[in-house]
């Protein structure tokens, strides 16, 4: 994949458009060797409790968030190549990730910010049986 011009000669509709990939050979290793130094960083976090003699879980999991976005977005940018895409298809591909994260947000919203309201409904436990239930309800 090197930066050189490329003319495509098989398209029916634009014969011998140009065709500019981006980037170099070079700058795609570049940016794979700083994805695997992030990912040695994030995997280092696992050890992070032992090296400091200390409960780090305060300081690792806002790294490992921030690292997370760093490494979505420059896989998204230069491996998926929506850098050289167009406007138009990056505001499709952004748009559909605030959707997905806003429905993520809601579903772990509902699974654990949410208490149960006191209403019997299909998920609360039976009553406990007691020997003046057992009377009441002829059992």
Request: hydrophobic residues 50%; glycine residues 4%.
């Amino acid at each position: 994949m090197s930066s050189t011009i490329e003319l495509d000669d098989d398209s029916p509709v634009h014969p011998g458009e140009h065709h500019d990939h981006g980037l170099s050979d070079r700058r795609y290793f570049n940016i794979f060797f700083a994805l695997v130094a992030i990912t040695a960083l994030e995997i280092s976090t696992y050890w992070w409790d032992d090296v400091f003699n200390a409960d780090t879980k305060k300081i690792a999991v806002p790294t490992l968030i921030i690292l997370m976005v760093v490494k979505f977005f420059m896989v998204a940018l230069y491996f998926m190549h929506l850098k050289f895409d167009s406007p138009m298809l990056k505001r499709i591909f952004y748009s559909g990730m605030v959707l997905a994260i806003a429905v993520y947000a809601i579903a772990l919203s509902a699974m654990n910010f949410w208490t149960d309201s006191g209403v019997n409904q299909f998920n609360d436990p039976p009553p406990a049986v007691t020997p003046t239930t057992l009377v009441a309800t002829g059992g």
